[in-house]
């Protein structure tokens, strides 16, 4: 086998303040570099900043870039609640997340989850 038969990968994790040029630029140096995918992020947070308010702007702009570069992507993305969930959280059920996961069994948290997972698949 080749080395262009294997993918060869390192995690890209966005600086929210980067503009375009500078994500081209770094994802420029990644494929330069001989590697072949990325794998990013899609925290909460960052792409639903206020309760059902997605943003995906800078998200599209690492997948447009990437496909232009020739990098294949591995997306990664957690259920660690924003902040304007983890208030509602607190107020509803006096919960705070002490632990490294949040607690499923809120059904306010599975609600807000399930709607985020299936925004962003």
């Avoid at 794998?39 to 447009?64: Q, S």
């Avoid at 059920?93 to 949040?102: A, D």
């Amino acid at each position: 086998m080749t080395k262009d038969q294997f993918e060869f990968g390192i995690t890209y994790v966005l600086n929210p303040n980067d503009s375009e040029k500078e994500i081209r630029d770094h994802l420029r140096d990644i494929r330069n570099m001989g590697f072949t995918m990325i794998r990013t992020f899609l925290p909460w947070d960052g792409v639903e900043p206020a309760d059902g308010v997605f943003d995906f702007d800078k998200f599209d702009c690492i997948h447009d870039i990437a496909a232009e570069e020739n990098l294949h992507i591995l997306e990664s993305f957690s259920i660690y609640p924003p902040c304007w969930l983890r208030e509602k959280l607190y107020k509803e059920y006096n919960y705070e997340q002490t632990g490294r996961f949040p607690c499923l069994d809120l059904p306010l948290l599975r609600e807000h989850a399930q709607r985020y997972i299936g925004t962003i698949v």
